[in-house]
């Protein structure tokens, strides 16, 4: 920051000496800590000595360098979080930086009510998601990052099969071929490169692991503003989680009854592989604490 203001190298006893009524000094009652400052800055006022000789303005008006403008330019200014993608640091711009914020039990407690079921209802959905792994995690060395699963039939679907051929990994008609949990950015990444919208909706996210695709239904206008919004905060994701759950009446209904069988089949597709099963165990568990 550039300021231009009067120096306290151009010293004036005549204007030090207006603030002595206010700072309550006077002859017969001193204010010592007052007459000390005014002695310092004395001492600093080269100003009208030199100004003459070097070609400095005489009306001791300079502009100065402020060190908070400074300061500034030091400071960590990174946008977006970074991972290790085959050895190379690579800035995801689509992500937002975590900004440490969990899911709060009173969190919980308000969804249930908006949802009209019941606390342990909705954990269980979260336990049973990503329970094990969490919402957020990193490789050493890299930023924390949402949790994700890349899935690549929904790619395939998306755009249309184009890349099956040169990215089988990547595009297939088939789900499954997911690999360990820590190659689901290398994949986002390299999808992305492909097709930043397919990729992005191509990807579950989150505490609740909802798919990019259905961003509309967790109340998102886009997938990028969904994708941000859960890569900043947990508490987002429960929110997504919330509206997902109201645009779907038989959803709603399920998890109201604990229909656990009703809300896989809907919540995680015809193909869901036992996770009723988790649910239901992971609520009993819950019930029993």
Sequence with gaps: MVLRKESEWFYTKEKWDGLDELLGHCGSTPELNWVAEKQRIEQLGWWSEVAEKVGLPSWGRPYHFHPVGLVGLFKNTKQYPE??????????????????????????????AELGCEVEAIKAVAITETGSSGSYFSKSGDDQVVAILYERHYFHRLTGGRFDASQSDLSDRSSGGYGSYSAQYEKLVRAYKLSPDAALKSTSWGRFQIMGSNHERAGYRTVEDFVRDHSRSEKNHLKGFVSFIKSDPSLSSAIVKKDWLKFALRYNGLEQQGYDIKMRDNYNALKQK
């Excluded at 085959?86 to 995801?92: E, G, H, I, N």
């Design 83 to 112: 991972i290790l993608v085959d050895r190379v640091k690579v800035s995801l711009e689509f992500l937002d930086l975590y900004d440490g914020s969990m899911i709060e039990e009173s969190d919980y407690i308000a969804a249930a």
